[in-house]
């Protein structure tokens, strides 16, 4: 591995990786096809090795797999090395006309898993999540599902996303040390005392923590987390970066099992994201955003 690079499991990624929910819903619309793949070209283009999605990242309920769709298309159709891409996708929520729930049953996941297999396009994916707990289950027989469709190559790594501790440590027995390779949970400077410990417990055990909305969100916390925060403002103007690399490059250095996954549904924000990889923050820059999570 290098600075650039962290491990999930037998993967190696980036620091950094892509979240693609924002090209397929959030605030208003789908981003437009060709600004799609220029997105996802420029955060591979960026050195990002890590692409999230979901089956139900989708404008609709009835057009579930839309977003893998754009990431498998955008794979395809990008000039590097796909051989060094890592693919992430997740499963067990469902979504209807009716609304939408959860499902974590063996038969459920097996499902979405084979259909976004060919949304991506692909025979295997590299990291499958348990999207969100099912409350009608024990959460181990989800946990055990994931752990077949493993045995049968359809998954490389499994993750746990939207966990607790109690649920990762089911996860951890269930699948044997080192069988449980990312959690991935809501976490950054707006949102944190619901997600810092699992944080801290993933590292204690080896655990990619991969965190989601890692800017704040799509809802305007995103763009705004240099207005919000006074210090990260002026570290960033200290820095001549922008507000958004200092939150990364921060999150960054609380741990190298941590991975955050920046959304983005235009290649300039991708691409100035990818720069809190390199970006170096000293001491006394770390100290005082530390007090944010106090």
């Given at each position: 591995?290098?600075?650039?690079?962290?491990?999930?499991?037998?993967?190696?990624?980036?620091?950094?990786?892509?979240?693609?929910?924002?090209?397929?819903?959030?605030?208003?619309?789908?981003?437009?096809?060709?600004?799609?793949?220029?997105?996802?070209?420029?955060?591979?283009?960026?050195?990002?090795?890590?692409?999230?999605?979901?089956?139900?990242?989708?404008?609709?309920?009835?057009?579930?797999?839309?977003?893998?769709?754009?990431?498998?298309?955008?794979?395809?159709?990008?000039?590097?090395?796909?051989?060094?891409?890592?693919?992430?996708?997740?499963?067990?929520?469902?979504?209807?006309?009716?609304?939408?729930?959860?499902?974590?049953s063996a038969a459920y996941l097996r499902s979405a898993l084979e259909k976004s297999l060919?949304?991506?396009?692909?025979?295997?994916?590299?990291?499958?999540?348990?999207?969100?707990?099912?409350?009608?289950?024990?959460?181990?027989?989800?946990?055990?599902?994931?752990?077949?469709?493993?045995?049968?190559?359809?998954?490389?790594?499994?993750?746990?996303?939207?966990?607790?501790?109690?649920?990762?440590?089911?996860?951890?027995?269930?699948?044997?040390?080192?069988?449980?390779?990312?959690?991935?949970?809501?976490?950054?400077?707006?949102?944190?005392?619901?997600?810092?410990?699992?944080?801290?417990?993933?590292?204690?055990?080896?655990?990619?923590?991969?965190?989601?909305?890692?800017?704040?969100?799509?809802?305007?916390?995103?763009?705004?987390?240099?207005?919000?925060?006074?210090?990260?403002?002026?570290?960033?103007?200290?820095?001549?970066?922008?507000?958004?690399?200092?939150?990364?490059?921060?999150?960054?250095?609380?741990?190298e099992h941590v991975i955050p996954i920046p959304g983005a549904s235009r290649p300039e924000?991708?691409?100035?994201?990818?720069?809190?990889?390199?970006?170096?923050?000293?001491?006394?820059?770390?100290?005082?955003?530390?007090?944010?999570?106090?």
């Amino acid at each position: 591995m290098t600075a650039s690079t962290r491990r999930i499991g037998s993967l190696t990624v980036s620091a950094l990786g892509l979240g693609a929910m924002p090209l397929s819903m959030g605030r208003g619309e789908p981003a437009p096809h060709d600004r799609a793949m220029a997105t996802v070209h420029a955060a591979l283009d960026a050195g990002i090795t890590l692409l999230d999605t979901a089956d139900i990242y989708a404008p609709s309920w009835d057009t579930m797999g839309h977003n893998e769709k754009l990431v498998g298309e955008a794979l395809r159709s990008w000039d590097g090395d796909r051989s060094q891409i890592v693919l992430a996708t997740k499963g067990g929520i469902t979504r209807s006309a009716d609304g939408g729930g959860r499902d974590g049953s063996a038969a459920y996941l097996r499902s979405a898993l084979e259909k976004s297999l060919t949304a991506l396009g692909t025979d295997s994916v590299d990291l499958y999540y348990w999207h969100r707990p099912d409350r009608s289950i024990r959460y181990a027989e989800g946990v055990e599902a994931l752990a077949v469709l493993q045995q049968e190559g359809l998954i490389r790594e499994i993750g746990i996303s939207n966990a607790n501790v109690e649920e990762i440590d089911v996860a951890r027995e269930v699948l044997g040390e080192g069988g449980l390779a990312a959690v991935q949970n809501q976490f950054s400077p707006t949102f944190f005392h619901t997600s810092r410990r699992e944080l801290e417990h993933c590292g204690e055990h080896g655990i990619a923590f991969v965190p989601w909305s890692p800017l704040g969100g799509t809802g305007g916390g995103a763009a705004a987390v240099g207005e919000r925060f006074p210090q990260i403002q002026r570290i960033a103007e200290a820095h001549a970066v922008s507000p958004q690399q200092v939150v990364l490059a921060w999150e960054l250095a609380l741990g190298e099992h941590v991975i955050p996954i920046p959304g983005a549904s235009r290649p300039e924000s991708i691409t100035d994201s990818a720069q809190a990889m390199s970006l170096q923050l000293s001491d006394v820059d770390l100290a005082e955003l530390n007090q944010i999570i106090v």
